[in-house]
């Protein structure tokens, strides 16, 4: 009988059993998206996450949405019904009467009028959405809501199995030449809906490229209607990427004469008709300028020799330890606050750490002997505090925490100046190694067991200098 309880026992029956099965986690999510759709009785279903900066949502697993719908674009998290990522689940009966809507005439082409989202939490954090469409007008009952709730924390358990299984794997980690890289083991890799084919080998070549600076993108996320006859759409442009980050859309020329002009009309079409839409027209001579001004500098050969890959860019670690600081300035708020660092890694950290706390603090370095330059194993303070911190709020700030075992040499010599607390703060955790168990209060990101260099980090004394963080080989 096709009553809703038997509907959702089945779909219930299926997306645990799928959750739990070896399939690949694509097909995964796009089976959880046709059951959800099906006990629902909704002409479709779309699976989201957030990126990590989380400005937009991109659909890793859809159902009964056709292609145009999928590849409008990633949504912008913050305008498009925010209560979800609120972590409510939210009914819309008439998308069309509601000003959260991001995309009412793509809704109108593929003839949706209502929907309900529901968070997908992991660790009490909401990381993407699920939702479900209809053609008709419909108000959503409480059992369905709450069924479409269970179904979101489904699947973010199963995010969750499908990320642990990539932590596991990540030294077997291949060549993805997919749109979106773990940089952090914390978020889940975006999975593209389907493998990309690229038009062109100046695109692939230009993939690399933002793969390496680690720069985000989507290949031809959205297309945009350019003319239409009555209703029916009769020209598209669809750009070559979109760079989330930094909001724009671009189209990778080639060389041919003609080809060019015809696109410089259907993008003069646009700009018309999309005002807001940010796009640029880029030959491969402009790659290099546009890195350059937003901070991705393509560094010359020598400065970056044996770097592998780049593993957060600038704007990513700035964007990180502006959050951390706010974290701190909020913590320590009315508090006499000290950060301490050890030299010289933490260097960069530090600097970008104190320009941006706001309240008032004092700062102190202190330097360690190394193994490399000291006869004597034993681990000695090189260079002191001097300032007194008795009584004082201490924050250590570190650069990286690796076994834990500097860190908690450092600590046990501090508690013996009887601070009034002392906390750590550290921009990156490999926790894979730890050997001793420190307590870290703020962690910027947490790093696979590989050697990295950059924004201070040296290896033998070397990388300090680059702007970004890196794999070395
Ligand atoms: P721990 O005592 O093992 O936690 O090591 C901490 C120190 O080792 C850091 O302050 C760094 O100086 C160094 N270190 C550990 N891992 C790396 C790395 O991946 N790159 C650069 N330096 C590292
Ligand atoms: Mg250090």
Redesign the pocket.
Known sequence: MDTVENRFSLAFKQITRTANSILPFRKMVNSIAASTAKALQAAGCAIMVLNPQREHLDIIGAFGLSDVYLRKGAINARKSYPEILDGKTVAVADIFSDKRTQYPEYAAQEKLTSLMGAPIVQKGEVIGEIRIYNREKRSFKPIEKDFLTTVANLVGLAMERNELSQYLNAHHETNITQHKKLTSFSRLPLIPIRPINFGHPSEEEFARLLDFYQVEWLYEPRSFPLSWDNSRITEMFTPDFYLPEISLYIEVTTSRQSLITEKNRKLRRLKELYPDINIKLLNKGDYLKLFAKYGFIPLDDNKMAGVQKMLFNRTQIQRRVKSLAKQVSRDYHGKDLILIG?LK?VVCFMSDLMQNISIPVSVDFMAISTPANNADPSIKITKDLDIDIKNKDVLMV??????????NYVLNYLLDRKPASLKVCTLLD?SA?RLINVPLEYVGYEIPD????GYG???SGKYRNLPFIGILE
């Not at 570190?398 to 860190?407: A, N």
């Not at 590989?450 to 260099?453: A, E, N, P, S």
């Open positions: 050890i890694g570190e650069d990286i925490v690796d076994t834990g075992m500097t860190l490999k190694r590989k050697f990295v260099v980090l040296d290896f």
